[in-house]
């Protein structure tokens, strides 16, 4: 089951290198930029994985989204944001 939801090919790229790489094809448009959103729980899961050497994922999964957040857009303003929700925290409907 684990494999069904974390070891296919794009989901253990989402995690770990594709968001960096789609940010860096349009980083020559002006003002680009991204937001990315991951759940605790999510983060967590994928650490988990990461430090077992599971299902493709690295021990330094999170490095190339670390390297993204220092970029700017050509407005010197944050190219990528980066939004967790804590793993505690139920989603409701306002």
């Given amino acids: 089951m684990l494999r069904n939801i974390f070891g296919l090919d794009d989901r253990v790229n989402a995690y770990q290198g594709r968001p960096n790489a789609a940010l860096g094809s349009i980083s020559s448009s002006l003002n680009s930029g991204a937001q990315i959103s991951y759940s605790g729980a999510l983060m967590e899961n994928v650490q988990s ?7 493709n994922y690295g021990s330094e999964w999170y490095l ?3 390297n993204a ?3 700017t857009t050509t407005a010197a303003s944050r190219a990528w944001t980066s939004l967790t929700s804590p793993i505690t925290t139920p989603w409701r409907r306002c």
């Fill in 64 to 66: 190339a989204n670390r």
């Fill in 69 to 71: 957040r220092t970029w």
């Fill in 49 to 55: 994985l990461g430090a077992a050497g599971k299902l």
